[in-house]
């Protein structure tokens, strides 16, 4: 009889139903009148006297653990039927379905490049005024860039315009007062452009700006020196032209190597073996004051830059239209960057 009651122990331990139907059929099996615990006690009354007191223990203790195997699968089945299941569909999902857009990876790279330097990302609105877009950065009112050409106007009075440059944004950190400041702000700017491989009426913008005492043009050359070894690699050669915007003074145009000729020359840098990446400069002292910051006591450096410009450059992508059509043949291709 021991034998036995090992072999049905063993069996019943095994067991698992997958339905409520043959969990009860198992109950049926083991626990109704007629089933296999009602014959082992019948059994039972035959066991030798000496014996009757272990066999009887384990003859309960098999009775138990079969009622502990039906309760337990036996709840399951209730909360099943309750529409509740051991997922939390309220949890965030860690794998993401899907690939990012190339400028979000570009973006997110470069983020994190000025991130480990100590900069903090900002943000503005894209629908901004006058002041923020242009008479806070020194613009003249007859600056060209004012022209109906290249700015989409909202209203004219107020003067509300879709941001032409993420520029804006370093208006409205300075506003708010607290030096200093070390701010990149990524966003999408508008420019009433016809589209084409080189150009589009939207785009999107890296902006930065430094300003804290005594930050000279040597900060900033060291600190875009920094971003191009580690975005395109050691060895990538840097050169500074000097160039003109309202808002800089002294101000700068950026090169660096041709990351696809390896300087040798080619279509994309025209076969003079460099390309121009972004704009940047000495903060002129107007657009401190213009922002209430004492120009003797501080100074400060910015420079923005194309996302597009960079992405095309990293993938070697010729078409700028490429990042709007939102082919998946394109797409599917930045699946693991
Ligand atoms: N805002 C300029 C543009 O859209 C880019 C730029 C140039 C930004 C020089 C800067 C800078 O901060 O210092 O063309």
């Excluded at 005492?213 to 070894?229: E, G, I, P, R």
Aim: aromatic residues 10%.
């Amino acid at each position: 009889m021991k034998e036995k009651i090992e072999k049905i122990l063993s069996e019943v331990k095994s067991f698992h139903a997958d339905s409520k139907e043959a969990l009860e059929q198992f109950r049926i099996q083991y626990l109704s009148k007629k089933g296999t615990i009602t014959e082992l006690f019948t059994e039972f009354k035959q066991v030798a006297p000496e014996m009757r007191k272990e066999m009887g223990m384990r003859l309960n203790e098999l009775k138990n653990t079969i009622q502990d195997i039906i309760d337990e699968q036996q709840k399951q089945f209730e909360t099943k039927s309750e529409g509740k299941t051991d997922l939390d569909l309220s949890l965030p999902v860690d794998a993401m379905n899907g690939s990012r857009h190339p400028l979000s990876i570009v973006r997110n790279e470069i983020n994190d490049i000025f991130k480990r330097l100590g900069f903090v990302v900002a943000e503005g609105p894209e629908v901004e005024d006058d002041f923020h877009v242009f008479s806070a950065l020194n613009f003249p009112p007859d600056h060209p860039a004012r022209d109906m050409q290249d700015t989409f106007f909202v209203t004219k009075s107020p003067d509300v315009v879709l941001r032409t440059h993420t520029s804006s944004v370093q208006v409205r950190v300075m506003e708010q007062g607290k030096l200093p400041i070390r701010i990149i702000a990524p966003g999408r700017v508008f420019r009433n452009e016809a589209i084409s491989a080189r150009a589009h009426c939207i785009f999107h913008q890296i902006e930065g700006l430094y300003i804290d005492k005594n930050v000279s043009f040597a900060d900033l050359k060291q600190t875009l020196y920094h971003f191009v070894q580690e975005y395109f690699g050691e060895g990538t050669k840097v050169r500074f032209r000097p160039s003109y915007f309202p808002f800089t003074e002294t101000s700068a145009e950026m090169d660096i190597s041709c990351n696809i000729c390896g300087g040798e020359g080619c279509n994309i840098c025209k076969h003079t073996g460099w390309v121009e990446i972004l704009g940047c400069g000495i903060c002129d002292p107007n657009i401190l004051k213009a922002c209430n910051i004492d120009p003797e006591e501080y100074t400060g450096f910015a420079f923005g830059m194309g996302i597009e410009r960079i992405a095309m450059l990293k993938y070697q992508i010729n078409d700028l239209r490429m990042f709007f059509e939102n082919d998946l043949r394109f797409l599917k291709q930045f699946e693991n960057a």
